[in-house]
């Protein structure tokens, strides 16, 4: 096994302002004024249709073939792989704008963390699975892919900058091999699917308000048109608008780029901005016409946020957890001087994203056994990362000690997905593909202060250095074939087929695309193209159903994962020598999942038990090799293979009417196989625990919804997590505690509701901490890559629709 240069989890933070000083690519500018306003009148001038009431189940009823669903019960009763759901009330149940992220975290197996409570704050937010890092689990959302997780993110988005968290309808999360027509090239550890909401059939306005600790606050409306029918047509759509506002649980932040204009943005809406805060447009609407169903969908979303810093474990214990950047120019020229000038930055380190992502989808009933759906998809993004950076005692570009450095981010992506489902014969048969093309252009510049000894603000016509700009045109495509079918009298039912991925990736060097700055750091890099070859990955599940209460099922699947392709921070971030060695010499990431268990449901229990056994080849790990801020060569370390057992299980029970107790819980244990050759060097990581990856993962809810009263009072426990290969430093275990209480008034005079809720995340004020590994894993030692959790904070929510 070998090392591989490419550069760590560069610590980029994004902001989605382009300042004069920042030549933007031209490209087509979308007004989200605009489109907001066009898209109100699309509500009012869809045809004359006339607005009544309708049943909406009876109108699905007559659709034999539905679009192929997502949605899967608690304990994934029914499927032929592992898998659990959340629903609407889970959502509901944390206070108002929590990222549907932090929603699946009391699934079995999910090791969701972040560094502040609503896990909003992206530089932060991980998922792991099964031994699996976040760039591993694949996640979609309406099935359009949001990429790898990855904070300057070249492929996708976070899911809460896709659809706002009061317009989820559930999520599904399927831990091993996801199904075969998943659009993801990087479901090597299952997968998270969430599913927007559809318009309702009533009209209607609902408002939402939010506030609590630390200014936080968020605003919503939400207009339904309702159901408009005539004859065999019917139209329905929903607009909404929120707008969240919050400053740090801990320390400040304070921006010093120029901004760019959006909706309210820097100017806020109740209160002025928050240190983070979003605007988020979401618009859908449906077209039910015969037995066919068309939907439109556009999301708008206008994000900043003021980063925390990240810790070292010895920080952590030495200063609590509310250490955090300096408020103070001279503490920060103190520490960009010291032996250690990444304890902490100056403030002003922040990030953002503006995302526009749209899509259109059409359902062909073409009769009550054959379905044709296809789904167009449109997603841009621009944004750039803001900080007063070090520069580690190097004179070469920055005659200070502390220089302003911005990564500008310009990113366009367009697919489709198509599927065709056709029963025959006995058979249930699916057939599919997804295309994507995506251009990602990312560029690094830094600037000097106007007066370094007495202020930081920034002199953005003394370009220091341009370290480089380079575009990723990166191309997938998959295709799949799947069969099912019923014996036994459709007790028993298999399901088994094949997916091809093939992925091209042509990586460009710009060269010195601003005359301005005096040096450039990219010189000699060559245009280079790494494709990842797939090939055929197999897939066969079954589920027999013993009787009405019992299930058992297995699952066998291959999946590979995409190489690292992020042109800042992957495998095109390599020295020239290691782009010949990777390409010769390493093969895409594999894994092989054999998974069965059983579930239970009789009428006031429902259980799942599932087992798995994962071989993993071709494993890389992100190793830090120089400091956060400092603009260098990443390292892969291919730690060969991997092997993981597990187990998960899920345990409900209704204690009586409208009162239930909820557990999960797991066991991973996930051991790297092989020692690696860093260089010359023999690494000894054979048998050693992958980073970040808890042996034990608990959970456990008492929630009660009867009448007008909504309480939830849960639990959750994260066993130890490594974060050097070697495993000689650890996060260490912890339990948090989560109350939520409410009321719903069900009329208020002329109002058809009014809600009341009141949430504390981390009730017992546990200091812990949250996130590792967001500066990349260290080969033996600390490093400046945990992430506190928050403290006790209480929030209270009020909503009311009419």
């Known amino acids: 096994m070998t090392s591989v240069s490419c550069s760590p989890h560069a610590h980029e933070y994004a902001s989605a302002s382009r300042d004069g000083a920042i030549a933007p690519r031209a490209r087509l500018v979308v007004s989200p004024l605009l489109v907001a306003r066009a898209l109100a009148l699309a509500l009012v001038t869809v045809a004359p249709l006339q607005a009544q009431r309708a049943d909406s189940t009876s109108r699905d009823s007559t659709r034999v073939l539905r679009t192929i669903e997502v949605r899967g019960s608690a304990t994934g009763l029914g499927q032929v792989r592992a898998g659990n759901a959340i629903s609407k009330l889970d959502v509901q149940l944390a206070p108002s704008g929590t990222s549907p992220l932090k929603a699946i975290e009391r699934l079995p197996g999910v090791n969701m963390q972040g560094a502040d409570p609503f896990g909003l704050y992206e530089w932060a937010t991980r998922i792991t699975m099964r031994g699996f890092q976040s760039s591993q689990v694949g ?189 103070s120019w001279d503490a920060a020229k103190v520490a960009a001087t010291s032996s250690n000038p990444d304890q902490a930055y100056f403030h002003s380190a922040q990030g953002a994203r503006r995302d526009h992502l749209a899509y259109l989808s059409a359902d062909f009933q073409l009769n009550d056994r054959a379905l044709v759906s296809l789904k167009p998809y449109l997603h841009t993004n621009v944004g750039a990362g803001d900080w007063h950076a070090p520069n580690y005692g190097s004179t070469a570009f920055s005659p200070d000690p502390i220089y302003f450095r911005q990564t500008i981010y310009d990113t366009r992506r367009m697919g489709v997905l198509a599927r065709g489902r056709f029963q025959f014969g006995g058979n249930d048969l699916e057939v599919g593909g997804w295309l994507e093309q995506n251009e990602a252009n990312i560029t690094r510049k830094a600037w000097r202060m106007k007066n370094y000894a007495s202020s930081p603000v920034v002199d953005f016509s003394n370009v220091l250095a341009q370290f480089f700009d380079r575009t990723g045109d990166i191309s997938t495509r998959t295709l799949y074939v799947q069969n099912t079918n019923t014996f036994a009298g459709e007790r028993l039912k298999v399901s088994y087929g094949v997916k091809y991925l093939s992925i091209g990736a042509d990586f460009t060097n710009n060269g010195k695309t601003d005359a301005a700055a005096k040096l450039f750091g990219d010189p000699t890099r060559p245009n280079v193209s790494i494709p990842t070859d797939g090939g055929l990955l197999p897939q066969v599940g079954l589920v027999w159903s013993a009787d009405r209460d019992w299930q058992f099922f297995g699952n066998f699947s291959q999946n590979v994962n995409a190489y690292p392709y992020s042109p800042q921070s992957g495998v095109y971030n390599t020295n020239a020598t290691a782009f010949d060695f990777f390409k010769d010499n390493t093969k895409p990431e594999k894994a092989t999942t054999i998974e069965g268990g059983v579930r239970m449901r009789k009428e006031r229990v429902e259980a799942s038990l599932g087992l798995y056994t994962i071989d993993y080849n071709n494993r890389l790990i992100g190793v830090a090799v120089c400091p956060l801020t400092a603009t260098c060569v990443s390292s892969f370390a291919n730690v060969g293979g991997v092997s993981t057992r597990g187990a998960e299980a899920l345990l409900s029970f209704r204690l009586a009417d409208g009162l239930s107790w909820v557990n999960s819980a797991a066991f991973n244990d996930s051991k790297i196989d092989n020692d690696y050759k860093s260089g010359t060097t023999t690494v000894a990581s054979s048998g050693k625990t992958v980073v970040d990856a808890p042996k034990v993962l608990a959970n456990s809810s008492l929630r009660l919804t009867r009448g007008g009263v909504l309480g939830s009072l849960s639990a959750r426990h994260v066993g130890k997590r490594y974060f050097s290969i070697l495993n000689d430093i650890a996060a260490p275990s912890y339990t948090t505690l989560d109350m939520s209480a409410g009321y719903t008034f069900k009329r208020v005079g002329a109002l058809k509701g009014l809600s009341i809720q009141m949430s504390a995340m981390n009730l017992l004020d546990e200091k812990y901490i949250a996130t590792v590994g967001t500066g990349g894993f260290s080969v033996s030692g600390d490093l400046e890559t945990l992430m506190a959790g928050s403290k006790r904070l209480v929030f209270l929510t009020v909503g009311t629709s009419f």
């Open 139 to 327: 996640q979609t959302f309406d099935g359009i892919t949001l990429g790898d997780m990855s904070y300057g993110n070249f492929n996708g988005l976070n899911v809460g900058r896709a659809v706002d968290s009061d317009n989820l309808s559930d999520a599904t999360v399927t831990q091993g091999g996801s199904a075969l027509g998943t659009a993801s090239s990087n479901n090597l550890g299952g997968v998270v699917q969430y599913t927007s909401v559809d318009p309702s059939n009533t009209r209607g306005v609902s408002l939402r308000q939010m506030v609590g600790a630390s200014s936080a606050r968020r605003s919503s409306l939400k207009f339904e048109s309702g159901l408009l029918s005539s004859g065999s047509t019917a139209f329905k759509s929903y607009l909404s608008f929120s707008r969240y506002d919050t400053d740090k649980w801990k320390g400040s932040g304070e921006r010093f780029s120029p901004a760019r204009s959006g909706l309210f943005a820097q100017n806020g809406l109740v209160g002025g901005a928050g240190e983070q805060w979003m605007d988020q447009v979401n618009w859908k609407a449906q077209l039910l016409r015969g037995a066919h169903k068309f939907t439109a969908y556009y999301n708008f979303a206008d994000k900043k946020e003021s980063d925390y810093t990240d810790l070292t474990l010895a920080r952590f214990n030495q200063s609590g957890r509310d250490w955090d950047q300096f408020a």
